[in-house]
């Protein structure tokens, strides 16, 4: 009996996929989207970086919101991964997916560094921005060591 | 006295406004941040629509998440107009900036009505929400119209 139920829920766990399949998003779409995404985060994420290194002078304000938004962006970045969007013009390996729980540990370290990076960069204190910009680029790099083509 | 002091802060004022005309972001990288807010926005945007269409059955907690995700997304997608972002392969028209006020107009309203979208969505009145979704799109047109290059 216990066979025969597990059979039919595979089967309808099958079925009820077949939908999604036939009807998901085009790779071509998510490579579109997951860009947007990154260019997103990158344009929020730039300016961080220059205050910290000390190329922009510190503005507390534009900080906070700007982390705020990176932080905000992390939160969606997964759904930029639709299984199957490494088909066409992307960086993206497919290490995504067959190393799934990898990518997952690095990208829920990406959005609690920079989680941590909007509390941090609200409290004002320059020295602790800076650091934790680094602990938030060094997230970001991980990912791209791993699950990124590299760029020649 | 008054004059002078004047004088002074305006001169100020053109200075320090310098570094940053010189250290704008390059036109390229403006349109490309610009294209990535807007396939955000579409892609959050995109079932929401096919939901108050009938074309995907109703999710509450999805239609909450992505519209509130549209929301967000547009009280950042101003910072995607810099000026002089349209030299190049982009579809904005100078309107933008030669028509200010008008483009405020229009993306103030796209703020609003996403805000009150996000707002409906999570109520999980269809009526409601589906009502609000065709508000949401008047609102994309209209900016579309009158400050988007049309498709040929």
Same mark, same amino acid.
């Given at each position: %009996?216990?066979?025969? @139920?597990?059979?039919? &829920?595979?089967? &309808?766990?099958?079925?009820?996929?077949?939908?999604?399949?036939?009807?998901?998003?085009? +790779? $071509?779409?998510?490579? $579109?989207?997951?860009?947007? @995404?990154?260019?997103?985060?990158?344009?929020? /994420?730039? +300016?961080?970086?220059? %205050?910290?290194?000390?190329?922009? +002078?510190?503005?507390?304000?534009?900080?906070?919101?700007?982390?705020?938004?990176?932080?905000?962006?992390?939160?969606?970045? +997964?759904?930029? /991964? @639709?299984?199957?969007?490494?088909?066409? $013009?992307?960086?993206?390996?497919?290490?995504?997916? !067959?190393?799934?729980?990898? /990518?997952?540990?690095? %990208?829920?370290? /990406?959005?609690?560094?920079?989680?941590?990076?909007?509390?941090?960069?609200? !409290?004002?204190?320059?020295?602790?921005?800076?650091?934790?910009?680094?602990?938030?680029?060094?997230?970001?790099?991980?990912?791209?060591?791993?699950?990124?083509?590299?760029?020649?």
């Amino acid at each position: %009996m216990k066979r025969v @139920v597990l059979c039919a &829920a595979m089967v &309808a766990s099958m079925l009820s996929a077949l939908p999604a399949m036939a009807q998901g998003p085009k +790779p $071509e779409d998510v490579i $579109e989207f997951r860009q947007g @995404v990154y260019k997103v985060i990158g344009w929020y /994420f730039g +300016p961080l970086g220059a %205050m910290a290194k000390g190329d922009m +002078p510190f503005d507390s304000q534009v900080a906070a919101r700007n982390a705020g938004i990176v932080a905000d962006m992390s939160k969606i970045a +997964p759904d930029a /991964f @639709v299984r199957g969007s490494d088909a066409g $013009e992307t960086a993206v390996l497919p290490d995504v997916w !067959s190393k799934s729980q990898d /990518f997952d540990k690095v %990208m829920t370290n /990406f959005q609690q560094q920079s989680a941590k990076l909007a509390e941090v960069a609200q !409290s004002g204190d320059f020295d602790a921005f800076r650091a934790q910009v680094g602990e938030t680029g060094k997230a970001c790099k991980a990912c791209h060591d791993d699950f990124r083509k590299k760029r020649r």
